[in-house]
């Protein structure tokens, strides 16, 4: 056996590298990946998912971004732009709204916590596009961009993860959920499927958060140990043909995940390394823990972390799901942003909450509804904070019923662009396409209209 | 499915044989020989570029191969053994005579047409679910009975009418805008196999013609969509110009009556024998679909600067379908039964080489369905798959296969982790076969997939404790990997199953790391 041969046995891979370094020695290819993947120099090409980080645009001041997307509609009227005066019919039981810590914004009565934040944060109330479908809305609020063109275009995480994969997130994706993926659209578009998010399923709030595919429930390290040792030594056709490019990249991604469940990457998951008392602040459940794994995985410089909260389409119970909801939705997320700032977080991480519409503002009172609320993209609000976005903000205006947009529409495309300028990544930059055609972030000139305006107002 | 245990005797025997006559378990002794006129066109060219091939491949690996590759599905550890014992010559022959008349045969052409023909309800195609269950049938049945594939795509190309009841006009429905423009840069992707972003503009315009008078209009019944051929179309004006002329990709002029649908004369133009890019697309494609990259490759980009390596074999294949009438399975007996197929994927020239021209048979990943149902298959376990709009959800009936899917919008997490298409470009690349850290996170660690290997009536039949050391692995690999173990192997197994805590938790490692091994994952 040879020393190259060495090295493809897992066991003494890593005794022959030293002893080829020692030797002076051409390292194999298989090394060569390795390091590339793993090495720290590899990082700054190549992150270990393979994604190559494109040079960066603009100077950035935000680092990453945490999505709270707000999966079914949530209600403007009732969250960001409250309409007390429009009466029962718009209102119902939610007819109160409550001031702020800065003077002349108000926000919906069951946010008493957010009330409380109101300099951190900017409130989009002018947000309006022409589908009343989820997943065209959906398509629309996340990549700027109406359907119906040749191209499938990729949602803002997966641009993020092009563009700013390559950060310094060791082994950790650049693109993570929690806890479930969108489903709905291809988040990834003609990116291909390697910019989808990693998903890490589980539930955070349980006492151990079982991110699938990295802690294994009942199998303990010594076993998975044993375990990686057996499928090494059951490697026949890996060892009967080395130097396989497709069997190489299998060997890399493997190796990477390893990292995650024995190494130190995959503790980053390990919610009770947290203080109880912090893990209180967020709420004990699902959506506050993950507000609290997504300051965790921005610590780490994760660029973008979009934590998909569902259960927002209520065509039925409207106020009842409000009333289990929002209560939990104002803990969690004013924990975040506490959280953020006490950290010194806050100024380089954008935290954008909204869903792909908003909900009609006029209650169906009617049966089969008896209180309930339907799409509406005509009128809708956002949140943001960080990253370069002004507190204590708001952005445009709905009528006295907020139903309609009266004052600086904003199209979904507009906030996307703000979102990429503040992270160094130009709107109109290129994007990779598969067969080689001119495709940019976002619309500009060179498809025949004008740049989506960016929001300085607040930036 | 109740555990079923093998016959365990005359294999044991055998797998000696079968060990001692090549060094690994891939390759067969016998150096490898030309079988017919496919094969002397690729070893002649193989010499002339000064690389040899591969010897053929062991008759355990041709099987798996084969139905990998045929029928998207793993033979089960009786069809590996009955076809390890057979001593007839012609076997090989015989065995893919069988398989090109399964149900799955059907199955999994129909999911690869699916990705081409981007077959999916949901955004951004909106087919709507019956639409696209109605076209699956369609494309389904036509590769069931062998539809001869000038007749497959002519009723593409010229079907007017309802797409609930008419499916073929489905194709129409499927192209992004539905355009004259895009339909032409459509058309000539999925038939022609060109990227019309290479052509200049006033070509497709030429074609877009061809497309100029093709109209929707619903019905009153919910979502129903009628395609048509509209002489007053509005669409019409922008692509036909005052000289009312359609010019097809080879310069030839078509004169444009209303009352004449140009789709038929379009049609007629592109399956003529003599046009150079119908026939070369779709022979390239199969070759692609079976070994792994095409002559031209990509297999859907045909162009001046970017030839084929063998020249000679494509235009053969061509001329080939066409004297056959254009049965597409005659395409596919040609390639299954040559010696170029059968080569081991262990090459013998340098591999990179090797791998560009055919001198070995490539290694790579399974698809996502292929993989899901395999792991099923092996573990005795069902998944479930949903399409979660338009509401109520759709939800298939658990114990469906992954490449029986007639919609792309019918999906699960596992699916979308593993690259299948998302159906929107009809790119053959847009289907991933890249192996991911995800990927492998989940296949080693997911509780999906630890469930499965836990509560699976495989690791039940070798956890018995009469089971000696040899019969478990010789179950274990025929199940999982379709072959007999090999030597060391079989120690390997031995010695885990002595030193793990019990024998159940040895069963369930050894399980996993089979289906965790390269061999599993990939076709090779």
Known sequence: MNLKDLLREHSLRQEASRLLDALGLPLSRREMLRRCLFGAGGLLLLNGWGLRAAAPAAVARARSVIQIWLWGGPCHIDLFDPKPEAGRDYCGPLDAALETNVSGIRIGQLLPNLARHADKYALIRSLTHESNAHETASYIVQTGRNPGSRDVYPAAGAVVAYFKGGAQTGLLPPYIVLTEPQGRFSEAGFLGSKYKPFATGGDPARPRFEVEGIVAPGVSDERQRRRRELLHQLNTLGRSLPGDATLETFYASEEQAYELILGEAGKLFDLSREPDEVRDRYGRNTFGQSCLMARRLVEQGVPYITINYKGWDTHKQHFQVMNRKLPELDRGLSALLQDLADRGLLSQTIVWVSGEFGRTPRIQWDPPWNGGRNHFGRAFAALVAGGGFKGGQVVGATNRTGEEVVERPVHPAELLASIYTLLGIDPQARLPHPEGRATHVLPGPEEGVGPPRLLREIM | ?524
């Open chain 2, 1 to 524: 499915m109740k555990p079923r245990l093998l016959r365990i005797g005359t294999a044991a025997a055998w797998f000696f044989v079968l060990t001692a006559r090549a060094a690994d378990p891939y390759t067969a002794s016998e150096p490898a020989q030309p079988r017919g006129e496919l094969d002397r066109l690729v070893f002649e060219r193989l010499q002339e570029l000064g690389l040899r091939p591969a010897p053929p491949c062991s008759d355990a690996v041709f099987l798996r191969r084969v139905y990998l590759d045929v029928i998207g599905t793993l033979p089960t550890a009786e069809e590996v053994r009955a076809f390890l014992e057979d001593r007839q010559p012609e076997k090989h022959a015989a065995l893919i005579e069988r398989l090109l008349a399964r149900e799955e045969f059907a199955d999994y052409w129909a999911l690869k047409w699916g990705d081409l023909l981007r077959v999916k309800a949901e955004f951004p195609i909106n087919f709507w679910p019956n639409a696209a269950q109605a076209y699956h049938r369609w494309i389904r049945t036509s590769l069931r009975g062998n539809k001869p594939y000038d007749r497959f795509v002519r009723e593409l190309l010229t079907a007017s009418g309802s797409n609930f009841r008419d499916p073929p006009v489905n194709f129409y429905r499927a192209v992004p805008g539905r355009t004259p423009d895009s339909i032409a840069r459509a058309v000539a992707l999925t038939f022609m196999g060109v990227r019309t972003d290479r052509w200049p503009s006033n070509r497709v315009a030429g074609l877009a013609a061809c497309f100029a008078y093709v109209d929707f209009k619903p019905t009153g019944e919910w979502k129903e969509e009628i395609v048509f051929h509209n002489p007053a179309s509005p669409r019409a004006d922008r692509w036909v110009g005052p000289d009312r002329r359609a010019v097809l990709p080879d310069g030839t002029a078509l004169r444009l009556t209303p009352e004449q649908d140009p789709r038929v004369a379009f049609a007629d133009w592109l399956v003529r024998a003599d046009n150079p890019w119908f026939t070369a697309a779709i022979v390239n494609r199969i070759w692609a679909w079976l070994l792994g990259r095409g002559l031209v490759h990509e297999p859907d980009d045909f162009r001046p600067d970017n030839p084929p390596v063998h020249p000679a074999v494509l235009q053969y294949l061509q001329h080939q379908l066409v004297r056959a009438g254009y049965d597409l399975k005659h395409v596919f007996r040609l390639i299954l039964n040559s010696a170029t197929y059968r080569q081991s994927c262990v090459p013998v020239a340098p591999l990179t080489r090797a791998t560009a021209h055919f001198a070995c048979y490539p290694v790579r990943r399974l698809e996502a369905e292929v993989l899901l149902d395999a792991l099923n298959q092996v573990t005795g376990a069902a998944d479930s798959y949903t399409s979660p709009i338009p509401e109520p959800f759709t939800v298939m009936p658990a114990g469906t296969r992954a490449i029986t899917l007639p919609d792309g919008s019918i999906t699960s997490p596992f699916l979308e982790l593993f690259g299948r298409s998302a159906r929107d470009t009809g790119l053959e690349s847009e289907r991933n076969l890249r192996s991911t850290a995800a990927q492998r996170l989940h296949l080693l660690n997911a509780s999906q997939v630890l469930r499965k290997i836990e509560q699976s009536p495989l690791v039940e039949g070798v956890s018995r404790p009469d089971l000696h050391p040899p019969q478990v692995a010789e179950t274990l690999y025929l199940t999982v990997l379709s072959r007999f173990p090999t030597g060391t192997e079989q120690q390997t197994v031995a010695r885990y199953l002595q030193t793990a805590g019990s024998r159940r938790e040895a069963a369930v490692d050894l399980v996993w790391a089979l289906i965790n091994t390269a061999e599993f994952v990939h076709r090779h």
